[in-house]
């Protein structure tokens, strides 16, 4: 299915590199307009660079969980006119030991990862609502399920689900509110230059997928499209999983 956001505006954050960067090409071959808000410079350079063929990409130094940072991406967005989707995406993950990780990073991770959709939210809501936007949420498979030492990550992602149908209620139905949880998505190819690798898939990780494959980045992408379309327009509140079917797999240790 072909969308199109010809004069629809859009925010990404954690735009530079990984689902962000795939999102924001996927809205741009759709005819919008997007604002990269991405913490690290070289990330953001590199992907506006990138993306400026496909259409009108800004990038906005922007630390999620940073009220003031926040408070500064709404302003540009609003002086260039208006929102029509926000997409709440910026992550980071620290894989610790309980015993071993700090209440600093416990707090790093729940600030970029929950706090920081909450103040994004908030601050664009009102340019959201004049225009009858969306607002896509992008959790985890972690959410709902865990390997060990990833405390943090599960609980803020967990916290992103509920967040969602929260906003759900308090703004619609002007805006409408969805949640998108993938679980494994191969995206080595759109990490920034200096970090990025050959991806090394093997045959067995593509295997152990119900759908037969590991997820790509216009699974998501696309799926956020279709969130943010007039198609969509009776959804809202709910968590969307894309994970090739991993989630329904039963899976039990053969002792032979």
């Known amino acids: 299915m072909m969308f199109n956001f010809t004069a629809k505006a859009a925010v990404v954050t954690g735009g530079g590199q990984g689902l962000g960067r795939a999102i924001a090409e996927a809205l741009l071959r759709s005819g919008a307009r997007v604002w990269l808000a991405e913490c690290d410079a070289e990330a953001g350079v590199e992907s506006c660079t990138a993306l400026a063929p496909l259409g009108p990409v800004e ?9 003031a940072a926040v408070e500064a991406l709404h302003a540009q967005v609003a002086a260039a006119g208006g929102l029509d989707l926000l997409v709440n995406n910026a992550a980071v993950m620290v894989r610790k030991p309980l015993a071993e990780l700090s209440v600093a990073e416990w707090q790093r991770v729940l600030d970029v990862n929950l706090t920081g959709p909450f103040l994004c939210s908030r601050a664009l809501a009102p340019l959201l609502h004049e225009r009858r936007g969306n607002i896509v949420n992008i959790a985890s498979t972690r959410a709902l399920m865990s390997e060990p030492h990833t405390e943090s990550y599960a609980a803020a992602k967990g916290g992103l689900v509920a967040l969602t149908h929260a906003l759900a209620l308090s703004l619609g ?30 045959a067995r990780d593509h295997a152990q997928h119900p759908a037969g494959r590991v997820g790509r980045p216009e699974d998501v992408a696309g799926m956020v499209l279709y969130l943010a379309s007039d198609a969509a327009g009776f959804i ?3 968590n969307f999983v894309v994970d090739g079917g991993m989630t329904r797999k039963m899976i039990y240790v053969d002792d032979q």
Do not use: M, Y
């Not at 130094?61 to 940073?66: G, I, L, N, R, Y």
């Not at 998108?180 to 690798?197: E, F, M, N, Y």
């Open 59 to 67: 990038f906005v130094p922007t630390d999620v969980a940073d009220p």
């Open 173 to 202: 139905p002007e805006v409408r509110v969805n949640c998108i949880s993938p679980g494994w998505i191969d995206v080595t190819a759109l990490s920034k230059h200096s970090r990025c690798q050959p991806s090394q898939l093997s």
């Open 236 to 238: 809202t509140g709910q």
